[in-house]
């Protein structure tokens, strides 16, 4: 049953250059963070197996990319990773309901943080046609 969901997973899952785009990196910065131990990948079957991202790993990449354009480095996102995986495997483990609760508030922590710090939009243009808008300037 593992091989067929591997199988499964990693047919729906972006290879390393759709994934990379959908992370807003190159192939190559993929692979860095790979390396790196930010983003895992899945391994397709066979020895020359290619790499599939799924989504939480493409959400993450994300993260990353924004991270280290805030000057994180990577030992910093693999920490952070790493306590990630034994939070999850310790909610796992003692099946605490609330256990489960606190990882999700923080992860909706973390995402609504993260959209503080994200840009405002650029302003919406007017349709074409429509009169220009003009400010008052008072004097």
Do not use: C, K, N
Not at 35 to 51: F, N, W
Not at 94 to 102: M, Q, S, T, V, Y
Not at 113 to 131: I, T, V
Request: no cysteine.
């Amino acid at each position: 049953m593992d091989d067929e969901r591997t199988r499964r997973t990693s047919d729906e899952a972006p290879r390393i250059g759709p994934a990379g785009e959908a992370m807003g990196l190159s192939a190559r910065m993929v692979r860095y963070l790979e390396d790196q131990g930010v983003i895992q990948a899945e391994r397709g079957p066979g020895p020359g197996g290619h790499r599939h991202f799924p989504p939480p790993e493409l959400h993450l990449g994300r993260a990353a990319a924004l991270a280290m354009e805030a000057g994180h480095p990577t030992a910093t996102l693999r920490a952070i990773r790493g306590l990630a995986t034994r939070r999850v495997a310790d909610a796992r483990a003692a099946d605490d309901a609330l256990a489960w609760f606190e990882l999700l508030a923080l992860s909706r922590a973390v995402e609504l943080a993260s959209r503080a710090d994200a840009p405002p939009p650029p302003p919406e243009s007017p349709p074409p046609g429509s009169p220009p808008v003009r400010s008052e300037r008072r004097t």
